[in-house]
């Protein structure tokens, strides 16, 4: 069966820092991963999503995600945290069955101070 | 373009009453889903149709129906709600039933009982 596992609920970094919000996954299949969005009383959005391509994937906002398969990893990062990137993230990996049936991660809050 | 909509936004329940959460999307997805969302658990999905006539359960169905008469609508019927099913509730759409994550969310309808 497919999870994902996301370390540290919360991660709190200054304006210009990195970010680094990690992912780990298990799956019984090559797995698509994915990283979502949500900014406060929204729903999700799709930030960038890895099909078996690239193992660096870029995504919206100067967030990019590198597939490592040896570590089960799909950590997201950024190399200069904004103000507006404060938000939850969530990891996703696709479930069994097709469908778009994703398995989502517990989320990570990024708080972004000046 | 609206995209997915939601209603009620909010909504107070007391327990053993049943109420109905619609979902309407505008852009001819055939693969729709309703996911719940709880502090530090990531996002749950409930149940999901891969077109109108045909809808299947999600990781935890219980307590709750769908239907999906049209493309374009996907309501949510809780009967006789439960503390326990408070919570952030999302409807999502697709395209495609490929795993390509590309879902599209609604604002969310938060809801309590009591």
């Known amino acids: 069966a497919q999870s994902v596992t996301q370390l540290g609920s919360h991660v709190s970094v200054s304006e210009g820092a990195l970010v680094l919000l990690r992912c780990n996954y298990s799956?019984?299949?090559?797995?698509?991963l994915f990283w979502y969005v949500q900014y406060p009383n929204q729903g999700l959005q799709l930030l960038l999503k890895?099909?078996?391509?690239?193992?660096l994937v870029k995504g919206i906002n100067g967030f990019e995600a590198e597939f490592k398969k040896s570590e089960t990893s799909f950590h997201l990062t950024k190399p200069s945290a904004h103000m507006s990137d404060a938000a939850e993230y969530f990891c996703?990996?696709?479930?069994?069955?097709?469908?778009?049936?994703?398995?989502f991660g517990a989320g990570t809050r990024l708080a972004v101070h000046p | 373009n609206a995209g997915v909509t939601q209603t009620p936004k909010f909504r107070i329940l007391k327990i053993g009453q049943s109420m109905t959460l619609q979902c309407t999307q505008d852009?001819?997805?055939?693969?729709m889903y309703w996911y719940r969302q709880d502090p530090g658990m990531g996002l749950k999905l409930i149940y999901y149709?891969?077109?109108?006539?045909?809808?299947d359960k999600g990781e935890v169905p219980n307590g709750y129906n769908v239907s999906r008469s049209t493309t374009e609508d996907f309501p949510l019927r809780l009967e006789l709600a439960a503390p326990s099913q408070t919570s952030v509730y999302f409807c999502?759409?697709?395209?495609?039933?490929?795993?390509?994550?590309?879902?599209?969310f609604g604002e969310g309808s938060r809801l309590t009982v009591l």
């Open positions: 999502a759409s697709t395209s495609s039933g490929l795993n390509t994550g590309e879902l599209f």
């Open positions: 799956s019984s299949v090559p797995p698509y």
């Open positions: 890895y099909t078996s391509a690239a193992t």
């Open positions: 996703a990996v696709s479930g069994s069955g097709g469908y778009n049936k994703l398995i």
């Open positions: 852009m001819n997805h055939n693969y």
């Open positions: 149709s891969v077109g109108a006539g045909i809808t």
